[in-house]
């Protein structure tokens, strides 16, 4: 097998790669934070328990390998890579998202569903 390139690294690289060297410039990190749950991952699961507990009135916080939202949504980045579950399956029911929201298909490919997360993240 050949010889992974940097370029090949940074490609598949992680947010989490380089915690040593952002834990000392930014944060909140797990040594330091005043929180009652903290919440691995930010794909679907892990945003609805974020709103949920903080609606709770528990101190809540996300932590996420990608530089955003999305889960396997934002790791799943090739051509062709959709949902196979029509569109009720793959948004939330909170009215402050859905209201202004309107998938252009029952079956949304990757790219609209970094859209919506976005979208969700306002």
Known sequence: MAATTDTQQKKFATDL???AKRRQTDGP???DLDVDVL???GGFGGVFMLKTLREMGLRAVIYEAGTSFGGTWRWNRYPGARVDSEVPEYEFSWP???KDWTWSTNY???EEL??????VDK
């Open 17 to 19: 790669t380089d915690y």
């Open 108 to 110: 949304p490919n990757y």
């Open 96 to 98: 402050e998202v859905f």
């Open 114 to 119: 970094r859209q919506y997360f976005d979208h």
């Open 39 to 41: 919440i691995v991952g």
């Open 29 to 31: 990190y797990a040594d």
